[in-house]
């Protein structure tokens, strides 16, 4: 492990493969890690297309049901986030934030919010997409469509339909 804090934190809607891989590096990387998780109400403003997503309630408990599963849960901060950078924004022990190329520019806002307060830019860890069947990354939004289960595989209706 190289950091005693690592954060982490997304909408983590309908758990997918892609998620795993971002958690899993997070607790590779810190002792400690942070996991934010999306609040309802940041969901309807950060996006367009949050019809569908699944309740904070079933989101939070695909992520601890995880990391449990894991071993991780003894490690685990979690939190709601209800603004886009949380206390990573001010926590003084994180030391690196685990994103994926979706999120790597917020990841670069947040450190300019770190260093404008005096503290120190946390390490950007950026982990790659996980790649369906059809080479795209796997995708909430695609899983919520039903055109690809949890591990990428395509549905055989989204097959049928190309």
């Not at 309807?44 to 695909?62: C, F, H, N, T, Y």
Request: aromatic share 6%; proline share 4%.
């Amino acid at each position: 492990m190289k950091h005693s804090e690592v954060v982490v934190g997304g909408t983590f809607d309908y758990l997918h493969d892609g998620h795993r891989a971002l958690l899993a590096k997070a607790f590779e990387l810190g002792e400690t890690v942070m996991v934010g998780v999306c609040s309802d109400e940041m969901q309807e403003i950060l996006r367009k297309d949050s019809a569908g997503i699944q309740p904070l309630a079933v989101r939070m408990w695909s992520v601890l049901d995880f990391l449990q599963k894991k071993g991780f849960l003894s490690r685990t901060k979690i939190i709601v986030l209800s603004d886009p950078f949380g206390p990573a924004a001010e926590d003084r022990e994180a030391k690196a934030i685990v994103v994926s190329p979706e999120t790597k520019d917020g990841a670069k806002q947040l450190n300019s919010i770190r260093v404008s307060k005096g503290l120190t830019p946390l390490e950007i860890v950026e982990v790659p997409f996980v790649l369906a069947e059809d080479q795209s990354p796997i995708a909430s939004i695609r899983i919520r469509y039903g055109e690809m289960d949890e591990h990428g595989k395509i549905s055989s209706k989204t097959t049928a339909a190309q």
